[in-house]
């Protein structure tokens, strides 16, 4: 069973704790929405579950069927069966988007995938999430437009199909079309696949084309409350200031912007004195 467990996971950023004791486990064809105020750790905790260098976790685990993955290389987490739809997709001049995804096909297979294979499956998924033609014979990423990057990242999650995938934003900066056919190809893939999910956004609409189980909400380094696709949709409508309430919360962003304001008013005070 493709399950995902983490345990008390703290992560770091240039020694600055940014996850504080995160709890998560996903099982096989679960869909987790993640949410929570921006620079609270949502995107630090994909970045640490794919092994992004810059992230660094201090304590905790992460074990996806059975198998640690902090002590795996990136590639070995890919070819497990993890995959991350990135916020910021970079562009990799030079590299066809055909030769990346044939590669990064071959590396999960024991034999390399035929050309005619690997050519109608790239056709049919390039129809699928309505892309040019020529796709296939771009380089990735490069001269793209926002929202063709975040198609671009679904193709290769089609392409690679992963047995969990985290998607970080990827609604972020496609029109209302782009959303329908980006939360289309993903519902498909996963009604065909059984792929875990985990999601990250802010927007009600993409999350109401996925129809997440569970929802989390990120505070502070901390899932803070759970509960099914209702609080979502809550959050949506009334955001988080009567989670902070009901939980007696105070975000640390907040904190800082108070502390800085008690700093600033000192020093004015001081300057009178002189």
Known sequence: MNTLKIENLHVSVEDKEILSGVDLT???????????????????????IMGHPKYTVTEGSIYYNDQDVL?????????????LAMQYPQEIPGVT??????AAMNARRETPVSLFTFI???????????????????????????GEKKRNEIVQM???????????????????DAIRIVGNAIKKLREETNMSIIVVSHYE?????LEPQFTHVLVN??????????????????????????????????EEKKRASVSLGACAVNRAVK
């Open 97 to 102: 988007n055909s030769d990346f995804l044939r």
């Open 205 to 209: 609409r993409f999350l109401d084309l």
């Open 26 to 48: 996903v099982n096989a064809g679960e869909i987790h929405a993640v949410m929570g105020p921006n620079g609270n750790g949502k995107s630090t905790l994909l970045a640490a």
């Open 221 to 254: 380094g901390r899932i803070v409350m759970e509960g099914d696709a209702s609080l979502a949709r809550k959050i949506d409508t009334e955001g988080y200031d009567w989670i902070y309430k009901e939980l007696d919360i105070v975000p640390a962003a907040q």
């Open 71 to 83: 002590a795996m290389s990136v590639d070995q987490r890919s070819r497990a069966g993890l995959f």
């Open 120 to 146: 109608k499956a790239m056709e049919k998924t390039i129809n699928d999430l309505e892309m040019k033609e020529d796709l296939a014979h771009r380089f990735l990423n490069e001269g793209f437009s926002g």
């Open 158 to 176: 089609e392409m690679l199909k992963p047995s969990l995938s985290m998607l970080d934003e990827v609604d972020s900066g496609l029109d209302v």
